[in-house]
């Protein structure tokens, strides 16, 4: 009897562990959404407050994702080339970075770049990073949302299933 | 230096054309719609491309690495410094903001200046410009584009390393990046940089953290400059700087240099003209102005 107990018991904790398993891996574009809006934020202090060039900024933000690391790269090496130009290129080169994003984000950080890259005074830099973060922050709610309903679900199931595997076993 | 700028920053029709022709060139001019050319021992080229004005945009954007914002304060001024202490001269659309200019946008006109650095350019003058071995506070007086700046960047260098003049702690107040070319021109090894900042607010700056024995700056001439100046020489610091025009007598009349002048802070007044070719020493005059070199004397000859 305690031996069945001791085995319900593994299969309804596993069961659990595999649907937090499954629910995280859903927080990975969650993450790659927040880290984004802050390396913008960095990127945007990079620039306004410590008179930092472009490609500077970007590697500036770098730690807050490759994605931003790339595009300083490509800006180095290509000068001539625009800030959209370069958005085009990193995702090009390097998809997995843009891999958690959807193509009307790239489209989105695309345009960041390039606004910034034109920006003639710091107000237009803040006001291009206030239109990205907008948006960027609706996709993080929207993210957030159907993260949070998608893990419940999956980790009810999981549950469940475990549940009933363990009634069918024992 | 200015090969690879074109390579890098210039449209590819743009850099072929002028391929490595312009490799020594003093500045390269670019006018919307009209022959680029460029100036080489004076004398002015002509390559058969016309540039754009979208091309001049790009240019200029490309030259500012994207980050036309930071040389904003510089732009209103009608130019920017990028590496290498290549200036940027711009026309174009200006932008006010009630009395001040805020910006320039849609620009018509780039002039790119490069600077030269000539080791040595100096040495024909120490005998003037010095007293037992020391140097005295002097000023340049030159038209654009005769090596005052050259010169004064030499000066520097041969006080800071200790040949011919005394050896002494130089500061260089920076404010067009020019002197110092993000450091890429040699200044000596007793030599600090205040790179980009204002040459009033500069001067007393350096003078409060750096003691100097000698600060240099580059075109001196508002009023505001005045007082930091006669700070730093009342602290016994020598002063070596530069000014726009064409004679001694030019520059008198302006009140800066009136005042300057009267207020005995400059020991030797040095000018330069083209009599001889580029770098003449056409004249070195005392503060008072009694004459102390009478003939003209080119100062390439000196340069390694």
Redesign the interface.
């Known amino acids: 009897m305690i031996f069945k107990l001791f085995f319900l018991g593994v299969i309804v904790v596993g069961s659990a562990c595999l649907g937090n398993v499954l629910a995280s891996s859903l927080e990975e574009r969650l993450t790659a959404l927040k880290s984004l809006a802050n390396g913008v934020a960095s990127l945007k202090n990079a620039?306004i407050y410590q008179?930092?060039?472009?490609?500077e900024?970007l590697a500036f933000a770098s730690r807050d994702g490759e994605i931003f690391d790339t595009c300083a790269k490509l800006?180095f090496s290509n000068?001539?080339a625009?800030?959209g130009e370069i958005a085009q290129r990193a995702y090009k080169e390097n998809k997995e970075v843009f891999a958690n994003l959807t193509e009307d984000e790239r489209i989105f950080f695309g345009e960041l770049l390039e606004r910034?890259?034109?920006?003639?005074?710091?107000e237009?830099?803040g006001e291009a990073v206030a239109i990205f973060s907008r948006e960027i922050v609706s996709s993080i709610n929207k993210a957030s949302e159907e993260q949070h309903k998608r893990s419940r679900v999956i980790r009810s199931m999981c549950l469940l299933g475990g549940l009933a595997f363990a009634i069918i076993i024992v | 230096m200015l090969k690879t700028i074109v390579e890098?920053?210039m449209?590819q029709g743009l850099a072929q054309s002028l391929g490595s022709r312009c490799e020594n060139a003093e500045e390269i001019r670019l006018r919307m719609d009209k022959k680029v050319t460029f100036y080489l021992n004076g004398k002015e080229h002509e390559i058969e491309y016309i540039t754009s004005h979208k091309e001049l945009e790009?240019i200029v954007?490309?030259l500012?690495?994207?980050?036309?914002?930071?040389f904003?304060e510089d732009?209103a001024q009608g130019f920017f410094t990028v590496g290498g202490g290549v200036r940027v001269g711009v026309a174009g659309k200006v932008v006010r903001d009630g009395d001040r200019i805020?910006?320039i946008?849609a620009f018509t006109s780039l002039n790119l200046r490069m600077p030269r650095e000539a080791k040595g350019i100096s040495r024909k003058l120490y005998p003037y410009l010095s007293s037992k071995g020391e140097i005295l506070s002097t000023l340049i007086i030159s038209p654009p584009q005769l090596g005052k700046t050259t010169l004064l960047r030499d000066i520097v260098r041969s006080v800071s390393d200790g040949e011919l003049f005394t050896a002494k702690k130089c500061t260089v107040v920076d404010e067009r990046c020019e002197i110092a070319g993000g450091m890429s021109f040699d200044l000596g090894k007793r030599t600090d940089v205040l790179s980009g900042c204002p040459k009033s607010a500069g001067l007393s700056m350096a003078l409060r953290s750096l003691s100097p024995e000698v600060l240099a700056t580059d075109e001196i001439g508002c009023l505001g400059e005045l007082e930091a100046i006669n700070e730093a020489v009342n602290s016994g610091v020598t002063l070596v700087c530069t000014a726009h025009g064409a004679s001694r007598e030019e520059i008198c009349e302006r009140l800066f240099f009136k005042k300057l002048l009267e207020q005995n802070v400059i020991k030797r007044v040095v000018v330069l003209s083209a009599k001889l070719g580029r770098s003449t020493a056409e004249m070195v005059t005392d503060g008072n102005g009694t004459l102390i070199l009478k003939h003209p004397i080119s100062l390439k000859e000196s340069a390694s």
Do not use: D, T, W
């Open positions: 620039l008179g930092m060039s472009l490609a900024g800006i000068p001539r625009s800030g910034l890259s034109r920006a003639a005074v710091p237009q830099i | 890098k920053y449209p790009q954007f490309a500012a690495e994207h980050s036309v914002h930071s904003q732009i805020r910006a946008r």
